[in-house]
T-cell receptor, first 111, second 114 residues
Framework: GQQVMQIPQYQHVQEGEDFTTYCNSSTTLSNIQWYKQRPGGHPVFLIQLVKSGEVKKQKRLTFQFGEAKKNSSLHITATQTTDVGTYFCAGPGGSQGNLIFGKGTKLSVKP | GAGVSQTPSNKVTEKGKYVELRCDPISGHTALYWYRQSLGQGPEFLIYFQGTGAADDSGLPNDRFFAVRPEGSVSTLKIQRTERGDSAVYLC????????????FGPGTRLTVL
């Protein structure tokens, strides 16, 4: 079945350093979504990418969707302690709407 | 406006018991999803409702799990004869129902089966 894989599983950075997480799908995706889950919290939608090669920015966060629409990345510039959490990518599942999530990348930031 | 709410926030039960978990979606959202999240994992899809009907229940692990949404709003996830392996956070999400629409997650119910 369809799989969404993320690396790395964990990332520890010093505050101010950059961070990148990568997402790969076993199949071509119509879109990819990114969510952030703070410790003890629930997933919160960050962004959706739809077009091949699309790049979107949200302040210090840059999201990319690969040309083949099978991979994506999230890059955070100059991390802050508020960036702590687990970042998930998710692609559409079999039916209209359900999502297949990766295992996430857990980011910790040392002040 | 109000987001997705779930009750209870925590549920501790004994093996073999029956539990019900409730989800109240964002008003006007026609699509509702149940996911299960185990420690260190991403949310795992269970079932998806469009209106009152289950459009996709392929993620339900076995017939001990059942969900309803009788009036197209509130949904209840029902688990019979609970097992220790059912322990997880059960997340509910809702969306406007448009294809690819953003899913808004509730705070989840942490189920612990002793």
């Amino acid at each position: 079945g369809q799989q969404v894989m993320q690396i790395p599983q964990y990332q520890h950075v010093q505050e101010g350093e950059d961070f990148t997480t990568y997402c790969n799908s076993s199949t071509t995706l119509s879109n990819i979504q990114w969510y952030k889950q703070r410790p003890g919290g629930h997933p919160v939608f960050l962004i959706q990418l739809v077009k091949s090669g699309e790049v979107k920015k949200q302040k210090r966060l840059t999201f990319q969707f690969g040309e083949a629409k099978k991979n994506s990345s999230l890059h955070i510039t100059a991390t802050q302690t508020t960036d702590v959490g687990t970042y998930f990518c998710a692609g559409p599942g079999g039916s209209q709407g359900n999502l297949i999530f990766g295992k996430g990348t857990k980011l910790s930031v040392k002040p | 406006g109000a987001g997705v709410s779930q009750t209870p926030s925590n549920k501790v039960t004994e093996k073999g018991k029956y539990v019900e978990l409730r989800c109240d979606p964002i008003s006007g959202h026609t699509a509702l999803y149940w996911y299960r999240q185990s420690l260190g994992q991403g949310p795992e899809f269970l079932i998806y409702f469009q209106g009152t009907g289950a459009a996709d229940d392929s993620g339900l692990p076995n017939d001990r799990f059942f969900a309803v949404r009788p009036e197209g709003s509130v949904s209840t996830l029902k688990i019979q004869r609970t097992e220790r392996g059912d322990s997880a956070v059960y997340l509910c999400a809702s969306s406007s129902g448009l294809a690819g629409g953003t899913q808004y997650f509730g705070p989840g119910t942490r189920l612990t089966v002793l």
